[in-house]
Structure formats: C-alpha cells, structure tokens
C-alpha cells in the first residue's frame, strides 16, 4: 500500500473510530449528569487535573516515542522489543503513582484539590493509572506499525463498557436504595479502563513472540529513554497548568459570591457538559493531524518545501471551514443540546458563547501538529504555556469581578493568541499561502445560506400539530442534516477547483 493510500486509510479510521468514541462519551456524560445531576459532575471533574498529571508522568511521552522507533525499526523483533521495554517502563511508574495517590489520596483533595469530598475518588481512580498507561504504549506500537485498527477499536470497546456498566449500575444502585454519587463514574472508568486492558491483551496474543536478551532489554529502554522523558517534560508541564488552572476555576468563582455548591455547580456544566460539546469535532482535527504530522516530518527532512507547503495550506484551509461551521452549529443548536438534552439551560448559554472558539481550537490543533513535523517542539510549547498563562491571567483576575464570563472569555483569547503564534511561525519556516477568500470569505457565505435554509425548515416543521420532545428531537435532526447537506455541497464544489494536496 503506497504511503498516501496509509495515510488516508489510517486518517479514516482513527477519525471514525474517534467520532464514535466521542459520541458514545457524550452519551455517557448526559446520563451521568442526569444521574448524579450538575454539583455532581463538578465534584467528579475535580478529580481530573490530579488524575491527567499522574498520567502525563506515567506515559506523557511514551506513546510518542514508542510509535517512532517501531516505525523505525527495520526488523519485527526490534518492534516487540520496543513495545515490551514501554511497557516495562511505564508500568513501575504507573504502579509506583497508583499507590502514591491511593495512600496520600485525603493531604491531596485537602491542600491541592480543596475539596476532601474528592478523597474515595482519587483513591478509586488511580487503579485506572496502570490500565490507561498500558493501553497507551499498545497504541503506540500500533500506530508506529501503521496499523489503526487495534487503537481505535479499543477506544470505542471502552466507551461502550462504560456507557453500560453506568446504566446497570444506576438501575441497581436506584433499585437497592444506593445514594447516587460520583463514585458510581469511579467504578465505571474502573471497568471501562479493564475493558480495554483486556481488548489490547487479546490483540497482542494474536502478535508473534520472540526471544530476547537482558542488554537488548536494557537497550531498548534507554533508547526509549532518551527521547521520552523531553516529550514527558513537556507534557507535564503544560498538564501541570491545566490542572492548576482546573483546580482554580471553583476556587475562584468562590471568591466571585458563589457559594461552594453553586461554583461547584457551574464547574460541572462547564467542564462536564458545554466543553467537551465544543470539543467533540476536533476529533476529526486530532486524527488527521495524527497521520499528517509524520508526513510534514518526512518531507521537511527529504527538503520536499512543495510538499510541505501544500499539505500545510490544505490542513489550514479544511480547519477554518471545519471552524466556521460549527460556530453556525453551536449557536444555532446551543440552547437546544444544553436545555433540552442536558436539561441544564446555562450549559446552553456557554455552548453558545464557546461557539467561536471552534476555528482557533482547530487551527491550534492542526497548526501544533505541523510545527512538531517541523521539529518545532519547543516553540509549540512555549505557544501553548503563553495561551495557559492568558487563561490563567483571566481566572484569578478577572473571573472575581465578572464571574464565568471572564473565563470564557481567556479561553477565546487564549486560542486566538496561540493560533496566530503558531501561523507566524509556520509562515516564517515555509511561506505558505493564505487564501482570505477560500478559507474565510466562501465558508461563511455558504454557513449563512445552510443556516436561513435550515431556520425556514425549522419553522414550516414546527407549524405542525404535533408537540412533544420526540417531535423536538425529530425537527432538530431534519434541520441539522438540512444544514449539513447544504453545506456539504457548497464545500463539495470548492473542493473540485482546489488542486490535491501533496501527501
């Protein structure tokens, strides 16, 4: 199979797989929410900064790494070798975590998390640090052989025990008279996190074992060293802002007037409903970024500058439209998926507001994924630590005065800022084209004509006799795909007078 068939088949794959994925997540979140409602969900998501460092620490690096040299890798027992020295690593480390977060579990929700109620959480949830840091460098192997099979159905087989396990559960913990907590979400990624443990083992018992030697092993490791633990330093250290920045945020809102339950509140419909909303289609970014930063690297080392500049300006141009249409999307559909589907109202309002940031989240993903193609690792990560520091800038000062708000907003400023640092410096290393017109101009004009098209099939349905939330459900799914379709169009025939990118 030629490389670009590799690439395609592998974006498909991993973007399908990840669409899926993410789905299923939100229909997780929504029955979650329902079940142990919005205080709930902020009490759960509190637990994540902690829980997303312990795992940066664990496999921040690794999965990279590992995917690079058995990409490398000439022979298929160098790629097992590979494959088994990560999980050596990953794994003493991973245990070594679980076991700290599991005994010092109540000094870090006291002084670090500032909320003891999070002590059984943490302590549950560190059991998942060994599975998440397993199946990571399984992925990784994968990938690194080119084949997207294994990673993303794995992905979507957990998604599916979690969606299951959390139905049975609340079913039997309402039947049995059980408080609904979110220790019913601990359990669940518990089991989910097994689950894919065991899709991953049964996939490697398919692999061909070899024999190895104890300084294969120990070479293997610190090859595998030497380049993880700058990409794990990286990784913790922009993990290490999120999460001060996450744990501020119900600090914060505190000291704006809200009572401990009502910022808890609005941190769970935040962080546990609009956000992920938003994020939900940059699943489509995160995976073609994925297979094209390998791409980028290979042409820029081969000096192929057309190349490079071309998969740059095609990248660029399908996140702007990609952007722009779910701005159209979310603010058209905002207050629907946040009353309606969620059945919190102001999940809707920061669904709304966080509509705009869907073109410079895109951006940032894509434009990120080109400078480390570049092997501009450094200064994506000083982008990202300048956009963290506008976020946090926002939260302790302004968040006091105006509320949420101000948080929305140094999200916004953060994204923007980070894009055009990254576009400036991809623009200084290859010169590429931007074209206001195709990228900016035409998708906004065909977004304004979807959405008219779609406001008038909305309003001939909704002169029906029929009432009712199904009837709701039913005009908001004709209108959306109405939207989509009309869109789809208008992009099919921009397509058709754009050249192929070089890939």
Not at 20 to 37: C, D, E, M, P, V
Not at 57 to 77: H, P, T, W, Y
Not at 182 to 205: K, N
Not at 234 to 247: P, R, V
């Amino acid at each position: 199979m030629s490389l670009k068939k590799q690439i395609i088949k592998g974006t498909l794959v991993l973007t399908l797989a990840s669409l899926l994925s993410r789905a299923l997540g939100f229909l997780y979140r929504i029955f979650l929410s329902n079940l142990i409602g919005a205080k709930g969900m902020g009490i759960f998501q509190l637990i994540f900064p902690v829980l997303g460092f312990c795992v940066a620490l664990c496999c921040g690096g690794i999965q990279i790494a590992v995917s690079r040299f058995v990409a490398e890798s000439k022979n298929a027992s160098g790629k097992y070798m590979i494959l088994l020295s990560s999980i050596i690593m990953s794994l003493g480390l991973s245990v070594t975590t679980t076991l700290f977060l599991y005994y010092y579990a109540s000094p870090i929700c006291l002084h670090i998390i500032k909320n003891e109620e999070c002590t059984d959480l943490i302590k549950y949830a560190a059991f998942t640090i060994p599975l998440t840091t397993f199946h990571s460098c399984v992925s990784g192997y994968y990938l690194g052989l080119k084949k997207t099979f294994v990673p993303a159905a794995s992905s979507v087989f957990e998604q599916i025990v979690k969606i299951v396990s959390v139905y049975i559960m609340g079913l039997v913990w309402i039947q049995q008279g059980i408080k609904l907590s979110p220790m019913i979400a601990i359990y669940t990624m518990i089991i989910s996190e097994a689950g894919g443990f065991i899709f991953c083992t049964i996939a490697l018992t398919a692999e061909k074992k070899y024999k190895f030697k104890i300084a294969e092993l120990f070479s293997s490791i610190k090859k595998l060293f030497s380049v993880s633990y700058i990409l794990t330093i990286n990784k913790i250290m922009i993990t290490f802002l999120g999460c001060f920045e996450a744990i501020l945020v119900p600090i914060v809102l505190k000291k704006s007037g809200l009572s401990t339950n009502d910022a808890l509140s609005i941190y769970g419909v935040l962080t546990g409903m609009a956000i992920p909303v938003i994020t939900f289609p940059s699943s489509i970014n995160t995976s073609v970024s994925t297979m094209i930063l390998p791409t980028i690297a290979d042409a820029n080392t081969s000096n192929q500058k057309d190349r490079v500049k071309k998969t740059t300006e095609v990248s660029i141009w399908f996140s702007l439209v990609m952007g722009i249409f779910f701005i159209g999307i979310f603010s058209f559909y905002g207050n629907f998926i946040g009353g309606t589907i969620f059945g919190h109202p102001e999940a809707g309002e920061y669904i709304r507001t966080l509509a705009w940031l869907c073109p410079f989240m895109y951006l940032s993903i894509t434009m990120g994924s080109i400078l480390h193609g570049l092997g501009k690792t450094n200064i994506a990560f000083l982008h990202n630590v300048i956009g963290t520091s506008i976020r946090l800038f926002c939260l302790w000062f302004v968040v006091p005065k105006v509320g949420i708000t101000g948080y929305l907003w140094g999200l916004l400023g953060s994204e923007l800022i980070v894009s055009l640092l990254h576009g400036y410096q991809i623009h200084k290393e290859i010169h590429f084209n931007f074209d206001v017109k195709m990228c900016i101009i035409k998708p906004s004009i065909w977004l304004t004509l979807s959405l008219v098209i779609g406001k008038l099939l909305q309003t001939i349905l909704g002169y029906a006799s029929f009432t009712g939330k199904v009837w709701g459900l039913f005009i908001s799914g004709v209108t959306a795909l109405s939207i989509l379709a009309v869109f789809l169009y208008f992009l099919a025939r921009q397509i058709k007078d754009m050249r192929k990118p070089a890939i």
